[in-house]
């Protein structure tokens, strides 16, 4: 069982940053392939970023060039720092840990743990 809780959601400005972070249990969370999700009220939960063991990342079209993850294995914790906030950005967003080999790491089915949430507001 691997217990995550992100963190560092609120209420931002249009054009302005955020940080969330994700702690994740676990021993080997160094081997973990780690996922951003976010959903909007009425839609469906949607991949925002991933990044795998050896610090690939992959975005989202929508977030690409705004968002960055990174992970710091000696902390057990991957960041996703979001910068140029837009209205349309507002979401709970998920951190998840990937739990299927192969297919794609955009779809949610892939992730086995999940974290609680954490709320992105964007003003416009």
């Known amino acids: 069982q691997v217990h995550v809780v992100e963190s560092g959601g609120g209420l931002v400005q249009a054009g302005g940053s955020l940080r969330l972070s994700c702690a994740a249990s676990?021993?080997?969370?160094?081997?973990?392939?780690m996922g951003w999700f976010r959903q909007a009220p009425g839609k469906e939960r949607e991949f925002v970023a991933a990044i795998g063991w050896t610090a690939v990342a992959d975005y989202a079209d929508s977030v690409k060039g705004r968002f960055a993850v990174s992970r710091d294995n000696a902390k057990n914790t991957v960041y996703l720092q979001m910068n140029s906030l837009k209205p349309e950005d507002k979401a709970v967003y998920y951190c998840?840990?990937?739990?299927?080999?192969?297919?794609?790491?955009?779809?949610?089915?892939?992730?086995?743990?999940w974290g609680q949430g954490t709320q992105v507001t964007v003003s416009s």
């Open positions: 998840a840990v990937r739990t299927v080999s192969g297919g794609s790491w955009l779809i949610p089915t892939q992730y086995g743990y």
């Open positions: 676990g021993r080997t969370f160094s081997s973990y392939r």
